[in-house]
């Protein structure tokens, strides 16, 4: 079957078939909600070296997800060409391709090793300052690492949840250092502990590709490495043997930088405490007082629903009001929302409470709005959403106040008012170390597992007592295009990044489905069980009412992750 080169391509002709191998793959999701693909990019690249950027649109994703696969070479055809995106391009091309459910995908088998791998267009370090907050086209650099620092989480202000980051600083040939930080999945994907093991006897040359320039408050400029950012480590390109040449006598080992220790946004002073001494406290004395708490969440409370009404004034549950509804607190009548209520036992070493979480800070935890996972709620059934239940055994440090109905009743129990943060565990169950791949046809090798808060050994004197922090101000910015247009073949071996899967838990025996309202929690053997030794305390104050509706959500153990 005969097939046109990318350069061949123009538009008005949406029916030349074309052999390209996908050099880069991933997913551009929503900020609110990471399960939602809004588009699937990939960077074809033919056997010229001549690429492209294609997309892929919802509802042709789920046609194609399975048959494509990065490093892979396919015939392609009935595609829609059109003008490249204004922004976020990934190659130097002024077309791309977008597929429709009349593509036509075919794998072929005849990859050979000449066959072109990765593109790349290398931009100076004295360019990057001219491209802050550019994004005209994805940056490529390439350097030697110089630092690796330890996975971080915090939130951008651009997302609503928190996010996993990693700083890598590199060097070019005159010496000048620019910081990388990969976030997300893709740090899951970068091998620290290895490169930084290879990097004691040494240079280690990396290529990052599909990255944006920031220049962030307290830190400087910085590239910032999202779903569009890949690495290659030692490729066997001529700028990559030129600056391992050029690094001579001036090599240093990798040093590693020990940034596990978060760094805990303003709390305005609120005193650090523990359970135990929150408890003690009289709350008459201190009902709006806040507390930071370090604790580990032990039991779902499903005794009551996750989720309930709301009133889109005061917030409060809403009840069915003929055909609208009325708030239980300020009595108007409107239309109400649905907002979370997630209420769980969480305790440290001296106690255990009852914690409540409402609105956007169980979303912040859970990374789903509140109609995501209703929407997974089967008709007729109890169930508690993966989501939630995940949620056991996770460590986190809290803002905490008394409950409003604490002096009523008597019981005490805590609201979440913030997340600072989630601490990192040491083998953490959301972040999985990819598999590997030994193909000559594949871009993709083998990566070891991560370990967040593992670090290599070295003696002590190696490790820097205090990142230097620039605070310069870039310069006044003009557009400034990537220069060095290139192709490399990769050998065998090579390390590369790849997209990280996600696990998709099944569901469990239907005979937990007659177990209801009762905690759940988490055996040595690591599986959820039922606590019939908990005492159900009293309903929060402003519960919402335990409706035939709301009494469906709940009740069900649900499945978990092995």
Known sequence: MGHNLISDLFHGNDNLGICARVSRLWDYCDSKDQAMILHTDLVLIDEKGN????????????QFKDL?????????????????????????????????????????????????????????????????????????VIGVVMEIGMPTILRPRSREIESVKRTIVICDKSNATLKVSVW?????????????????????????????VKNYTGIGLSLSGGSACKWYLNPTIPEAQDLKQSMGTRFQPIKWTDTSQHTVPP?????????????DMNPHKCKRTRFIVTITV?????????????????????????????????????????????????GDDTKDTKFVLFGKIAQRILCRPVEKLIEQVPPNTDFIPDEITCLLERKFVWNVSFIENTVRTGIESLQVNNVVYEVIPREPLM????????????????????????????????????????????????????????????????????????????????STQGIKDMPLTKSASGKREIDDTYTQSKEVENS???????????????????
């Open 51 to 62: 690429a492209i950027h294609a997309q892929i649109y919802p509802p042709a994703i789920a």
């Open 68 to 140: 494509i696969q990065e490093g892979k070479l396919y015939y392609i055809d009935s595609y829609r060409i059109r003008d490249a995106n204004r922004l976020y391009k990934a190659v130097k091309n002024r077309l791309m391709i977008t597929f429709t459910k009349w593509t036509k995908l075919e794998e072929r088998v005849e990859l050979t090793e000449t066959f072109p791998a990765i593109c790349y267009s290398l931009t100076p370090y004295n360019e990057v300052p001219n491209l802050v907050e550019k994004a005209d086209y994805f940056v490529d």
């Open 184 to 212: 997300g999945e893709r740090v899951n994907t970068f091998d620290g502990e290895n490169i930084y093991n290879a990097g004691q006897t040494a240079p280690q040359i990396i290529i990052f590709v599909g990255t944006l």
């Open 267 to 279: 709390q305005d002073d609120y005193e650090q405490k523990t359970l135990s001494e929150i408890l």
């Open 298 to 346: 032990r039991k779902i409370c499903n005794e009551e629903s996750w989720w309930y009404n709301s009133c889109g004034v005061c917030y409060r549950a809403a009840r069915p009001y003929g055909d609208t509804y009325k708030c239980t607190s300020c009595n108007k009548i409107a239309m109400a929302a649905p907002r979370y209520k997630l209420m769980v036992i969480a």
């Open 431 to 510: 972040l999985m170390s990819p598999t590997s791949s030994a193909s000559a046809s594949s871009m993709l090798a083998s990566t070891s597992s991560l370990q967040l808060t593992s670090v290599p050994s070295q003696d002590k004197s190696s490790l820097p007592q205090e990142e230097s922090i620039d605070k310069s101000h870039a310069p006044t910015m003009t557009a400034v295009t990537p220069k060095k247009q290139g192709v490399v073949v990769l050998e065998e071996g090579t390390p590369t990044s790849k997209l990280s899967s996600a696990l998709h838990a099944q569901a469990e025996d239907n």
């Open 544 to 562: 919402p009412p335990k409706d035939k509706n709301i009494g469906k959500k709940r009740g069900r153990v649900s499945s978990t992750q092995a």
